[in-house]
């Protein structure tokens, strides 16, 4: 493999989060809908209907633009549609309405942490475009179904340059692709649905030439892993081809996810193949300082952010990834930091722990109805003495159950705070020694850990409110340690 150097580019199809398709007003989520049912004259491709542009695409487009610094300098920008002209089955119109030399978002990056680096992936263009319907292809049968739900549904399709060489680049740079998305609202970019879809291009050329190998397409992958997998496989390939003096067909392939293996599908077309012309039923397209101005003000929280903050208050690297895959534990830990300034860096590990560990989330990862003041208040709470880490994890429960409702409250109704007197705990202890002679014998006589017995007892003996470190504390002096 030294022979050869790996060179990659991916395209990414990101559907955008839009109520309604991009041409007409079918409704634009499908996910359960019966086949052929989000459908009308116009993403049917019916003779005489015509297309009428989405607002709400373009928003989002230009909104995905600011998160990919598309726009970091540019400030007014004229794009246009056109047709790419192919016929498949699930293309009803048997033309695509997309963008071919003016797209509406032009050169940009995008930036991620790798094995201790910072990689940058440059972005070559990104462009808006209607999604073909889907074929489906029932098990042993010798024909094919078309569900059109899917046709006309707002694509931005993000074309990288080729500037990444191993699988591990390749997963990093879709994974963050994934974040900046679902982080400027673009798009839920469900992987499951398809919302995000990536076509991996693979080419090998001799290690320090510069011109680039012949290149294969394999498209429509819905994983992180698949996207590495397609690398490594495709570069193991295309290096056996070579070696035997064989040549590496241009063509797009397929993955089969069980084999971890790709395979042919068609030859892959060239740009004139598609008879590329400006789209006749659509006027050209201005982008006003308003409206990228109005974009960037709705960019707030970006995952570079994110990570700076966990990284400034010292979360682990495991617990990093687990909040940035998860945008509502994100968004509410954000607030948290940005809105109480005051929270020393303990409250707010205290806290993460909490949200990560102890959250009962639900289906759409929401951990219910979170207070940033509130999880502060607790968190001051526990170091405080006041409840123990065992209550805290109670009242951190009904906190997220109901909206309105202060973690005093919850200490008060559900009597958690923790007995902290001296003297009353002085009390306790000693009833429990009465009550225990065996196991006080067995500690005076060395056996150290049956102190934990004892110290149990004592917690139940004051319905779990007793101070553990206090009871430890009291109960080494009355029994006076433990022999060596």
């Known amino acids: 493999m030294s022979t050869y150097e790996t060179v990659i580019g991916i395209e990414t199809h990101v559907q955008l989060a839009t109520k309604s398709k991009l041409f007409c007003g079918c409704n634009n989520d499908s996910r359960e809908a019966e086949p052929n049912t989000h459908v009308c004259p116009v993403c049917l491709g019916f003779p005489g209907a015509l297309p009428v542009l989405n607002e709400a695409a373009v928003r989002l487009a230009l909104r995905g633009g600011v998160a990919l610094h598309a726009y970091d300098k540019v400030r007014r920008l004229h794009t246009k549609f056109d047709r790419k ?70 694509l931005l399709e993000i074309v990288s340059e080729p500037d990444m060489c191993s699988a591990a680049e390749a997963k990093a740079y879709a994974q963050e692709l994934y974040h900046l998305m679902r982080y400027a609202d673009v798009s839920d970019a469900d992987l499951y649905y398809g919302n995000m879809r990536f076509d991996v291009n693979v080419s090998l050329r001799p290690a320090g030439a510069k011109k680039f190998g012949t290149r294969t397409e394999s498209k429509n992958l819905n994983s992180f892993r698949a996207v590495a997998g397609v690398v490594d496989y495709e570069t193991k390939r295309q290096a056996e081809l070579l070696a035997a003096g064989k040549p590496v067909t241009q063509e797009t392939r397929g993955w089969d996810e069980a084999k971890g293996v790709t395979f042919s599908q068609r030859t892959k077309e060239e740009a004139h193949d598609y008879r590329y012309f400006p789209e006749p039923d659509l006027p050209p397209l201005e982008i006003t300082d308003k409206m990228l101005g109005e974009a960037k003000k709705e960019r707030a929280i970006t995952p570079s952010f994110v990570r700076s903050q966990l990284a400034f208050i010292g979360v682990k690297p495991e617990d990093v990834d687990t909040v940035l895959f998860n945008l509502d534990i994100a968004m509410d830990y954000m607030e948290t930091i940005l809105l109480q300034k005051d929270a020393t860096q303990a409250q707010l590990t205290r806290i993460l722990n909490w949200m990560i560990h102890d959250s009962p989330q639900g289906e759409s990862g929401s951990i219910g109805a979170y207070k940033p003041r509130e999880a502060v208040a607790l968190a001051r709470a526990v170091e405080a003495g006041r409840i123990s880490a065992t209550a805290a994890k109670r009242v951190w429960s009904e906190l997220l159950d109901t909206s309105h409702i202060t973690v005093e409250e919850i200490i008060q109704n559900l009597s958690l705070e923790q007995v902290s007197d001296s003297s009353e705990l002085e009390r306790i202890v000693e009833e429990v020694i009465a009550a225990n002679p065996e196991p006080v014998k067995q500690y005076q006589a060395g056996e150290a850990k049956v102190l934990g017995f004892l110290v149990g007892q004592v917690m139940k003996a004051s319905r779990g409110q007793a101070n553990p470190p206090m009871v430890n504390a009291i109960l080494k002096k009355k029994l006076g340690g433990a022999k060596a």
């Open 85 to 154: 002209n192919y016929f498949y089955p699930d293309s009803p119109m048997n033309y695509q309405i997309t963008q071919y030399d003016e797209p509406i978002i032009g050169r940009g990056w995008v930036e991620f942490p790798l094995d201790g680096a910072t990689k940058r992936v440059g972005v070559t263009r990104a462009h808006l475009e209607a999604d073909a319907g889907k074929l489906i292809h029932p098990p042993g049968a010798d024909y094919s179904l078309v569900d059109l739900n899917r046709a006309g549904t707002p």
